[in-house]
């Protein structure tokens, strides 16, 4: 290719000068500079990686290894050399990775928002860790909100106020932060939150409506029912909206099992004793409640699992039931 034909093919969009040669190679060596930056920051933040999960104790010496960081969250940032979203990213598979493992080592059921037999020690100190490296990280809020709160929540606190301070125009944070105050029975401070979450650009009239009925009412169940029907709505991950989902089939279930009750007394008061088989009071549950029943007259929880009939007028939750029992 010739000069001239060089110089055409290097006009600016506008009309002005060509590129010369020199500048074309000056040009394209700042590029390789920039490239070379690029995969030289990448394989210090792999580096680091590696360097952080080789102090982690082998899977067999779990269960006797007293669970720490070898890096604080701002050492993690300096040594990330601006690569801090990857690193963040890196701190966040860590953090559910540790949480699937204690799942999977632990016998029972449990609820992702009662971890607290579980054992995940170091898990406010992953998520700390992900939000300082990265403190626009929303789903590490998010999580960290429904979580943390039965592992410490005085570190669920933090974790959201520090959303908070970083994120001052994200209202669902403040909801997240009310959520955790509700949990703990705080229902003056969760009113406060919601209504400071209220005067946020863009906040949903539903979040001044929560402040006033939370100092009052925090502890009503038709509470618990609206904050679990708000979780489930603004949620983004699917197993935040499945936790919701499970919580409200809880609360249906609780009110079930008390009309149930209720037929039960009435029954006693009219035969002098409890019923032994469903088929006695089946048809009084019926013209009292919309519950299902299976073939055997049992009636059915949200979960389409039946009850269980127990002596003294009580009924129950199946162990098998999908709807949580605490």
């Given at each position: 290719m010739n000069r001239k034909r060089f110089a055409r093919l290097n006009t600016n969009e506008s009309g002005g000068a060509p590129v010369e040669p020199k500048a074309e190679s000056r040009l394209q060596r700042g590029d390789a500079l920039l490239v070379s930056v690029i995969i030289v920051g990448l394989a210090l933040s792999a580096a680091l990686a590696r360097f952080i999960e080789a102090r982690r104790p082998?899977?067999?010496?779990?269960?006797?290894?007293?669970?720490?960081?070898?890096?604080?969250?701002?050492?993690?940032?300096?040594?990330?050399?601006?690569?801090?979203?990857?690193?963040?990213?890196?701190?966040?598979?860590?953090?559910?990775?540790?949480?699937?493992?204690?799942?999977?080592?632990?016998?029972?059921?449990?609820?992702?928002?009662?971890?607290?037999?579980?054992?995940?020690?170091?898990?406010?100190?992953?998520m700390d860790t992900a939000t300082t490296l990265d403190p626009q990280f929303?789903?590490?809020?998010?999580?960290?909100?429904?979580?943390?709160?039965?592992?410490?929540?005085?570190?669920?606190?933090?974790?959201?106020?520090?959303?908070?301070?970083?994120?001052?125009?994200?209202?669902?944070?403040?909801?997240?932060?009310?959520?955790?105050?509700?949990?703990?029975?705080?229902?003056?401070?969760?009113?406060?939150?919601?209504?400071?979450?209220?005067?946020?650009?863009?906040?949903?009239?539903?979040?001044?409506?929560?402040?006033?009925?939370?100092?009052?009412?925090?502890?009503?169940?038709?509470?618990?029912?609206?904050?679990?029907?708000?979780?489930?709505?603004?949620?983004?991950?699917?197993?935040?909206?499945?936790?919701?989902?499970?919580?409200?089939?809880?609360?249906?279930?609780?009110?079930?099992?008390?009309?149930?009750?209720r037929v039960f007394e009435d029954y006693r008061r009219r035969t002098g004793r409890c019923p032994d088989k469903w088929a006695e009071v089946a048809p009084l549950i019926r013209r009292s409640t919309r519950l299902q029943f299976d073939e055997h007259a049992a009636p059915l929880d949200p979960a389409n699992t039946a009850y269980i009939l127990k002596p003294d007028c009580e009924v129950d939750l199946d162990p098998r039931s999908e709807v949580p029992y605490k």
């Open positions: 082998p899977e067999s010496a779990l269960r006797d290894y007293s669970e720490e960081l070898y890096v604080t969250p701002e050492a993690a940032r300096r040594m990330s050399l601006g690569f801090n979203g990857l690193v963040a990213d890196w701190y966040w598979m860590r953090s559910l990775q540790y949480v699937g493992r204690k799942l999977i080592q632990h016998p029972e059921r449990v609820q992702i928002d009662d971890l607290s037999a579980v054992g995940l020690k170091i898990l406010p100190s992953l929303m789903a590490a809020y998010e999580y960290g909100a429904v979580m943390l709160p039965a592992i410490d929540a005085e570190a669920a606190i933090r974790l959201a106020r520090k959303g908070i301070e970083a994120n001052p125009h994200q209202w669902r944070l403040y909801q997240q932060l009310g959520y955790i105050h509700w949990q703990r029975g705080e229902f003056k401070e969760a009113s406060a939150v919601y209504h400071a979450g209220a005067k946020v650009l863009g906040a949903p009239r539903w979040m001044e409506a929560m402040a006033a009925r939370m100092e009052d009412e925090g502890g009503n169940r038709e509470v618990a029912r609206e904050i679990f029907r708000r979780m489930y709505d603004e949620a983004d991950d699917e197993e935040i909206k499945k936790l919701a989902l499970q919580r409200l089939a809880q609360l249906q279930s609780f009110d079930e099992r008390e009309a149930i009750r």
